[in-house]
């Protein structure tokens, strides 16, 4: 059996294949990033899934795409981490999210895939070759248009009093929240990019304000601005996107794509699905080689 999981900063969507590519169940769990996550970690969160139990000893491929799995040192924490769960493995490939992105859009022709979920990046898929074009510069300094960018100006605009004050009450008392606990939070906490993008959903629920539209407007540009443009192809290919952010903001993304003058592709929320269909056609099926543990 075959176990295929893409795993952002917030959760994992993973699913159990037979090895013909037919699906036996689905399996959820946190996000796992070998930035904050050791491999003791990782094992031990997965050992609680009852799913995971049952068909551990069964599994012999596994294919890991995550947040943050972008050199061999990072990849080896995750790989180390799988390799307690299932005891019978042969191979284990893990790889960058970024690539589970450019396969579960994949659909024949060159691209540009992008992630707007916690996290932000993109790439361009020739159908064999990805390639990046700005290196990702994670949640401080970087990250543009995603969740913890949108948590983090909304954050800033609530303590500098920026956001409009019929707003700012409703976000206060939303969140209630202090100035001391916030910078806790970022400063002091492993998980401080999934704590900023948690506040993402209250510019959703009131994007039909001028103040939040161009709160995420100005994210989604400099996306564009900082990862799509600098592709020379990116205003001769299809432009997807995956993630939560892009799915439930679409209407901005196809705004800002317009501006700038790139087809906007497929937008999806989860690319699990592509992802299936992709290992399915071309890898579960063919002579492609997997990583040995």
């Known amino acids: 059996m075959i176990y295929l999981a893409e795993s952002g900063s917030t959760k994992t969507d993973a699913v159990i294949l037979k090895d013909d590519g037919g699906e036996v169940c689905r399996v959820n769990s946190m996000g796992f990033n070998p930035y904050f996550h050791s491999s003791e970690l990782i094992g031990s969160e997965l050992k609680k899934i009852d799913t995971l139990r049952d068909y551990a000893s069964q599994i012999t491929q596994v294919y890991f795409y995550g947040s943050g799995c972008s050199s061999p040192k990072l990849c080896e924490v995750v790989r180390k981490g799988l390799q307690m769960v299932f005891p019978n493995v042969e191979s284990i490939d893990v790889d960058h999210d970024l690539r589970a992105c450019a396969y579960a859009t994949y659909s024949g022709e060159p691209a540009i895939s992008c992630i707007l979920g916690t996290g932000s990046n993109s790439v361009y898929f020739d159908g064999e070759k990805a390639s990046g074009c700005q290196s990702g510069l994670g949640f401080i300094l970087g990250d543009e248009g995603s969740a913890s960018y949108i948590g983090k100006k909304l954050l800033t605009s609530y303590f500098y009093r920026k956001m409009p004050e019929s707003y700012r009450t409703v976000f206060e008392k939303t969140y209630s929240i202090s100035r001391d606990q916030v910078v806790k939070m970022v400063y002091q906490n492993d998980f401080a990019n999934v704590y900023l993008a948690s506040f993402a959903p209250f510019a959703s629920r009131n994007v039909h304000h001028d103040f939040f539209k161009n709160l995420v407007r100005d994210g989604f540009r400099d996306f564009v601005e900082y990862h799509v443009i600098c592709f020379p192809q990116s205003h001769k290919v299809p432009v997807h996107f995956v993630g939560s952010i892009a799915y439930h903001f679409q209407d901005i993304l196809k705004e800002v794509c317009d501006d700038f003058g790139i087809e ?24 492609k080689p997997v990583k040995s543990v």
């Open 264 to 287: 906007l592709g497929q937008v999806i929320q989860k690319p699990l699905e592509g992802l299936i269909s992709y290992h399915r056609n071309y890898i579960l099926n063919s002579d």
